[in-house]
C-alpha cells in the first residue's frame, strides 16, 4: 500500500524558487521508483525528474535540468523537489508518485535508474504551482 501527500506548492514570480515535499508511505522492503510529474491545463503530464531509493540516483528531465533538483530524507519518508529560476511555462500541478513493481525502473551501463516518462502506479493528489511574469 501506497501513499503520498504533497505540499509547497504557491504563487512565485519569475525568477523565484520553490520547494515541493511529498511524504511517501511506501511499505516495502525492496528499492523503488519516486518521481515528480506536472500537468498544466489543456496540456499532457509530464515527467519532471526521477529517483531510485536503491541508491539514489536521479534523473531529471532534459528542459528542467540545471533548474530543478530532486532529493529524498529517508528519515522522514519524503521526496523533495528544488526549483529554482521559476518561470512562467513551469505553472502547473505537480504530482508526486511512486512505482513498486519495477515497471518504471530502467538499467544503464552505470546502473538502475526510474524513468520520467512511464510505468508510476500509485499517485498523490498534486500541489499547484503558479509562476507569474
Known amino acids: ?12 514570480q519569475a525568477g523565484g524558487s520553490l520547494r515541493l ?8 522492503s525492496s528499492p523503488y521508483c519516486l518521481g515528480w510529474f506536472r500537468q498544466a491545463p489543456g ?10 531509493t536503491g541508491d539514489d540516483t536521479t534523473t531529471v528531465a ?18 523533495y523537489l528544488q526549483m529554482t529560476n521559476l518561470k512562467p511555462e513551469d505553472t502547473a ?4 508518485a511512486a512505482n513498486t513493481d519495477r ?7 552505470y546502473g538502475a535508474y526510474c524513468s520520467t516518462e512511464t510505468g508510476y502506479n500509485y499517485w498523490g493528489q498534486g500541489t499547484q504551482v503558479t509562476v507569474s511574469s
Open 21 to 28: 515535499s511529498c511524504v511517501a508511505s511506501v511499505y516495502t
Open 103 to 109: 515497471r518504471a525502473l530502467r538499467s544503464s551501463v
Open 43 to 52: 496540456k499532457e503530464r509530464e515527467g519532471v525528474a526521477a529517483i531510485y
Open 1 to 12: 500500500q501506497v501513499q503520498l501527500v504533497e505540499s509547497g506548492g504557491g504563487s512565485v
Open 93 to 96: 500541478m505537480y504530482y508526486c
Open 62 to 79: 532534459d528542459s528542467m535540468e540545471g533548474r530543478f533538483t530532486i532529493s529524498r530524507d529517508n528519515s522522514n519518508n519524503t521526496l
